[in-house]
């Protein structure tokens, strides 16, 4: 239950360029079996988000990276939204990325509070997603766009290089945000494909598995980063 800033500082010490915080919930739509499983625990161990944002509070005075939350608009409307976006500001979270948000909603209602409180949001873009509607996506985005690589969830095995004339064709749009990849980046190899073709990559479930069989954060992590990064 208290092992957020660990796993953070954790993650800042042995060369994560930023962090995407998972928010769990008890129907994580994009998440694969290992993200589902985490999030039923944390949820069974009585995390909340009100308990997230306590655990974040003084964040700031040791952990320097950007910092986005991740999750599903169930339990933030709950919370009540416009508090959510001034309470996660507050604590200095940069960014937000919900899946199940519409571009229709974004655009209507809550990308005004988003952009009051100085929260960036990040869309999700897939293979499946049509030219014109990546443009759209991307001039709403701030921060990066997320490109997916697979219409598919978190943790599937995708070779990168199944992928790479999707994310060809995403750069020669000229977008105005970097492209970051996710879903099925797990290991050195599948990181540096990714990266050789956008500019950067978001790593969850192997981390996640990393963590699983350990009470060891640190050195977990350091040896999980140190063969991706090394």
Known sequence: MDSTIDVMKSLQDNGADMIEMGMPYSDPLADGPVIQASSTLALKNGMTIKKLFEQLRDFRKTI??????????????QYGFEKFCSDAASVGIDGLILPDLPQYEFESEYGEVIRRHGLDFVFLVTPETSESRVKKLDSLSTGFLYAVSSSSTTGKDKKMEDVSGYLQQLKSMQLKNPIMVGFGIKDKQSFQAACGAAEGAIIGTAYIKALESTKDIKTATRNFLSGILD
Do not use: K, R, T
């Not at 320097?64 to 409307?77: D, K, R």
């Open 64 to 77: 320097h990276l950007p910092v986005l939350l991740m999750g599903y608009m169930n339990p933030i409307l």
